[in-house]
């Protein structure tokens, strides 16, 4: 969660893994208008959570849907086995990418590894197979 606009950038980048981001909205907010920027598979169950009112706190604060593309996505255990593939400890990871056909993980610290994505198809959620 983000407060200002200086921090944007600060927080650039994807990590293909599932998680809970939506649950920020539980929290306490002193915001009027909030964006969220995610997945479409974020979106959809952003949208779903208006549309059948869902009891969602803070989703009437929803201004901006921003999506973001997304190929796939992989369970946390995949990620974990990408990143001993490419032999980066998951503490190291600063972000992750889906480019040109690779998986690329950019540890805090070197260079960025990749991996063909064909290579990992099978550890991608099936939910993702579009």
Known sequence: L????????????????????????????DCENLAVVGTPCMMQALLKSHIYNFK???IEK????IGIFCMESFPYESILEI???????????KKMDINKGKFFI?????????????????LAREDCEY
């Open 2 to 29: 983000i407060k200002n606009k200086d921090d944007i950038k600060k927080t650039s980048g994807t990590k293909y893994a599932n998680n809970p981001n939506l649950q920020l909205l539980n929290q306490h907010i």
């Open 56 to 58: 969602t706190p803070n």
């Open 62 to 65: 929803v201004k901006f849907r």
């Open 83 to 93: 990143a001993k593939r490419l032999s980066v400890e998951i503490n190291n990871i």
């Open 106 to 122: 950019y540890p805090k610290n070197g260079e960025p590894k990749n991996i063909p994505i064909k290579e990992i198809t099978s």
